[in-house]
């Protein structure tokens, strides 16, 4: 610092030593005045700063109380207090314990507690308290975080700062008083008006301001650097007030990173976990993984307890499980499995893992881990039950036995009071009740047909039937009202094999207090295949002993000789008396007397290979009766596997003496059916000759004399033009007329008994392009006239003889073109259908139609069904139709209704069949 020059000073004091008194008065009340109020507005501003940060920190870390108290403790500022309160004004966090609670005007001004309570954020001093507040509201809008600080500290500093100030103002006073006039303007003015700009920035915030004190002398420099000085210890004090606000940020920001971490550990355990309380019973705190498996929502934490982990079934009450808290509260860790019930009511098997853990002071909790075995027990409570309804059908019991017994089983496991077994019988109608325990039902019978009509409706559904009084309508085909329905719930789950559907277990349900889950269902379908299964081996092993009862009848009923043998050929089992068989032979040799071969070891090889080879063989064998008379027999030796191992064969023998006879006769008639199919082929080819001929006449000699009427009748037509006779060009028209309708006749029956003679011409056929082609060839037909023909994009390919098949679309479409006639708006459609092989085809129009009484004389050669005067033709066309579509396999129908139209249906084959020689 540089040393005041004391000559110009003590001059000026001695010359104007009353006149400095008054400046010095007026400048140390003013620098009071404006460097009080720069530092008051600073320390607002601050103030207000620090309390914005501190919500912002509190809000983005959802902290607890715990949290809270320890910010607040670390926060607190030196010379004040760093407090909560809620937007009535009552203290809510505060270091000191005894203010928890009070409202703040017991200890600021009402005004200030006005402005604090009315405004989001700000800053003010209340003179009256003493302190220097900064406020903020929290984002919610709930609480309010206010930082006070005591002025007195800061007044002293300023006291401090403005003495100094003063002091060293009244010396410039003296030394500008000593320079007078010019020199006052000069050394003076300048310094004190870049002071002046200096404390006027410093006083607006502006910390970066410094006064350049190079042109500066005596006292205005000294006030200059002390000014510099001052400006630096502001702005050092409040950097470093910024360096512990920053080191608080990166504090709270640590805290909420730790926190975050540890939450995303405690939410991603696979295990859920509860923090209880043990002094209240409440839950605290869970992971994200007790609300997957329990239903409950974090809404609905606050009003769960310990007593909500308890199913309250027997042995799963909430005192049972106290005395397992109990335990874990004394310091041992207790393990166990427990039934808990979810949100929506349902059971869960879970695993429970119980330690005392001490988390606050005077304050014990309990860290309960839960574990998911609802699976594992679920798994384990079905494969028991699952053994013992196996169990009970091999025991044999009755049909009610065992279903009471598999009611029983399935108690243990589900909510099942009421339990019905159905059973169907032969016919879909036959319904019969082995077991029926209904608490709601006072006669046995009292809900029979509705259990049979919902169990009809199951067949259709194939699969487990849940219904309500919602939906029960929509399985019924009777009205609803016919029955009464007085249960809130029935499911139905069938008894299915893999042979068939025997019935269905039906559960009734009246109440919601104590209800299947519809997780169970399939569990419970599952136990229903076992008792399907147990039930089949049980119907299976009694039908069993009627088949043996039966059987042992049927063999010594049956008129075939049956015996049973084992490996050395000894007879077990024969179902006729042998003496009438083996004659005189021993019985123990009497088997291989049956079987082929020249000797004893050739016969012993046959049965050795049936039992080795395990092959089953087939022969025949005879026997002369006493009177000479020979008894033919076919029998087949086959080998009985039973577990891997052959040490049975059976032996079925069957008479076949007349048999023997009739291929005897067979063969003679044989030797005579041959004679007389030489004798017919040669009368039929000289039938086919005679055919021949007749076609060759109607072709040409029938011609002739047509040709000749038509002929001169045109003559005398052409002669008689003149002539006015109507009578005579109508006769000659008719002759005429008569002469072509016999030639299309001639050429109809020609092409009608060429069918039966030509050979098909096998091949894929695009029919598409067959019609149009027809449609082609008809163009004449239907010239001028409009018709709505609708063909098909994509019509199937068929299999057939292409120029028939396209006689079959001309025959056809001529037809409705024809009958389509008297109609304006004619339309004719082509349709199709593919089944199994074949596609059906069918040609639609709306024309005058005919009565189906009719429909047999349509395809007859020569017939008609409307007079030649209304519709043209020769009655040939539909009867080639038939036999073109009879010859390719197929079948040709129609269906029609008079002035309504007809359609035509025929069907082809669609692929080429396979022909595999023998």
Same mark, same amino acid.
């Given at each position: 610092m540089r040393k005041i020059p004391s000559s110009i000073a003590l001059r000026l004091a001695v010359w104007f030593l009353a006149l400095s008194f008054l400046p010095l008065g007026v400048m140390a009340f003013f620098t009071n005045y404006d460097v009080m109020n720069a530092f008051e507005r600073q320390a607002i501003e601050y103030q207000q700063e620090q309390a914005r940060l501190n919500v912002e920190i509190l809000s983005d870390s959802h902290a607890g109380e715990n949290e809270f108290m320890s910010h607040l403790l670390r926060g607190q500022p030196k010379d004040g207090e760093h407090f909560i309160v809620d937007t009535r004004g009552f203290i809510l966090f505060h270091p000191n314990e005894l203010r928890v609670g009070r409202w703040i005007q017991h200890f600021y001004a009402p005004e200030t507690v006005d402005v604090i309570l009315s405004n989001p954020e700000g800053g003010l001093i209340d003179s009256d308290a003493g302190y220097i507040i900064g406020f903020s509201h929290f984002p919610d809008d709930d609480w309010v975080d206010i930082v006070a600080v005591e002025i007195s500290p800061l007044q002293n500093v300023i006291s401090g700062l403005v003495r100094a100030s003063s002091l060293q103002l009244g010396v410039s006073l003296l030394f500008i008083s000593l320079a007078w006039g010019l020199v006052t303007w000069v050394v003076l003015v300048g310094p004190l008006r870049r002071l002046t700009h200096a404390a006027r920035e410093m006083g607006r915030g502006n910390m970066d301001v410094e006064v350049d004190t190079s042109h500066m002398d005596d006292e205005l420099a000294l006030l200059g650097f002390t000014f510099n000085e001052t400006q630096q210890e502001i702005r050092n004090l409040v950097g470093g007030l910024q360096r512990q606000v920053?080191?608080?940020?990166?504090a709270y920001f640590s805290l909420w990173k730790s926190e975050e971490r540890s939450r995303l550990i405690f939410d991603s355990i696979n295990d859920a976990i509860v923090l209880l309380s043990i002094k209240s019973g409440a839950i605290l705190d869970v992971n994200e993984k007790f609300f997957e498996i329990s239903g409950y929502k974090r809404e609905d934490?606050?009003?769960?307890?310990? $007593? @909500?982990?308890?199913?309250?079934l027997e042995g799963y009450t909430f005192r049972n499980l106290l005395?397992?808290?109990? $335990? =874990? *509260?004394?310091?041992?860790?207790?393990?166990?499995? +427990?039934?808990?019930?979810?949100?929506?009511?349902?059971?869960? +098997?879970? %695993?429970?893992n119980a330690r005392s853990a001490s988390l606050e002071e005077d304050n014990q909790h309990m860290v309960i881990v839960v574990r998911d075995i609802d699976q594992r027990k679920r798994n384990q409570q079905i494969q028991v039950a699952m053994y013992r309804i196996a169990q009970i059908g091999q025991a044999q019991p009755s049909l009610y036995e065992f279903f009471s017994s598999v009611h029983q089983v399935l108690q243990t496991i589900f909510p099942c009071p009421n339990l019905t077994a159905a059973l169907y019988g032969d016919s879909p109608e036959d319904v019969y009740y082995p077991y029926r325990l209904d608490e709601h039902e006072l006669l046995p019978q009292a809900q029979g047909e509705l259990d049979k009509t919902?169990?009809?409706?199951? $067949?259709?559904n194939e699969g487990a039937l849940w219904i309500n009084a919602g939906n029960i309508g929509d399985y019924l085909e009777v009205p609803v009202d016919d029955f009464e329905i007085n249960f809130k719930d029935w499911i139905a789950i069938p008894m299915q094999t893999s042979r068939r559907l025997q019935g269905a277990l039906i559960l009734r349900y009246y109440t919601s207090s104590l209800q299947l889950a519809r997780a169970d269902l399939e569990f419970l379908s599952l136990i229903c295949v076992q008792v399907a299964a147990a039930l089949e081996r049980k119907l299976a092993e009694k039908a069993l002993r009627e088949s043996e009862a039966r059987w042992q009848t049927l063999m010594k009923s049956s008129p075939q000789l049956i015996m049973t043998v084992n490996r050395a050929g000894e007879i077990l089992?024969?179902?006729?008396?042998?003496?009438?068989?083996?004659?005189?032979?021993?019985?123990? @040799?009497?088997?291989?007397g049956f079987l082929p071969g020249h000797n004893i070891e050739e016969k012993k090889q046959v049965l050795g290979r049936v039992f080795n080879q395990r092959a089953a063989i087939s022969f025949e064998f005879s026997i002369y009766n006493l009177d000479d008379s020979e008894t033919w027999f076919s029998a087949n030796l086959a080998p009985v596997v039973d577990s891997g191992r052959v040490d049975l064969a059976i032996l079925n023998a069957m008479d076949i003496t007349v048999r023997k006879k009739a291929e005897d006769q067979v063969l003679r008639l044989n030797d005579q059916l041959e004679q007389r199919v030489r004798e017919r082929t040669a009368l039929l080819e000289a039938a086919n000759q005679e055919l021949e001929s007749f076609s060759y006449s109607?072709?040409? @000699?029938?011609? =002739?004399?047509?040709?000749?009427?038509?002929?001169?009748?045109?003559?005398?037509? @052409?002669?008689?033009?003149?002539?006015?006779? %109507?009578?005579?060009?109508?006769?000659?028209?008719?002759? *005429?007329e008569n002469a072509r309708q016999m030639g299309l006749l001639i050429d109809d029956l020609l092409a009608f008994s060429r069918l039966g003679r030509q050979k098909l011409n096998m091949q894929r056929i695009p029919v598409r392009e067959t019609i149009e082609q027809a449609v082609a060839t008809l163009a004449p037909e239907i010239e001028g006239r409009k018709i709505d023909l609708v063909i098909p994009e994509q019509l199937p390919d068929c299999i057939g003889d292409p120029v028939l098949i396209k006689q079959v679309w001309i025959?056809?479409?001529s037809n409705a073109f024809k009958f389509t006639r008297q109609n304006p708006n004619a339309r004719v459609e082509v349709g199709f259908e593919q089944n199994s092989g074949k596609v059906i085809y069918h040609l639609a129009d709306n024309g005058i139609g005919f009565d189906m009484k009719y429909v047999d004389k349509l395809f007859g050669v020569f017939q008609r069904l409307h007079s030649s005067e209304?519709?043209?033709?020769?009655?040939?066309?539909?009867?080639?139709?038939?036999?073109?579509?009879?010859?390719?396999?197929? *079948?040709? +129908?129609?269906?029609? %209704?008079?002035?309504?139209?007809?359609t035509f249906f025929f069907s082809l084959p669609s692929k080429i069949k396979k022909r595999v020689k023998n």
């Open positions: 920053d080191e608080l940020d990166r934490l606050s009003l769960l307890s310990a $007593r @909500d982990l308890s199913s309250g005395r397992f808290i109990r $335990r =874990a *509260r004394k310091g041992e860790p207790q393990m166990f499995e +427990w039934q808990a019930r979810c949100k929506d009511g349902s059971y869960l +098997w879970v %695993e429970i919902l169990l009809q409706a199951m $067949r259709k089992f024969v179902n006729q008396p042998l003496s009438g068989l083996i004659g005189d032979t021993q019985p123990e @040799d009497a088997f291989f109607i072709s040409h @000699d029938l011609r =002739a004399p047509l040709r000749a009427i038509n002929g001169f009748s045109r003559i005398l037509q @052409d002669e008689f033009a003149d002539s006015e006779s %109507e009578m005579r060009h109508r006769y000659l028209a008719l002759i *005429r025959n056809l479409l209304e519709f043209e033709g020769t009655g040939v066309g539909l009867a080639i139709v038939h036999r073109v579509i009879g010859r390719h396999g197929g *079948r040709i +129908w129609v269906e029609a %209704e008079p002035a309504k139209g007809a």
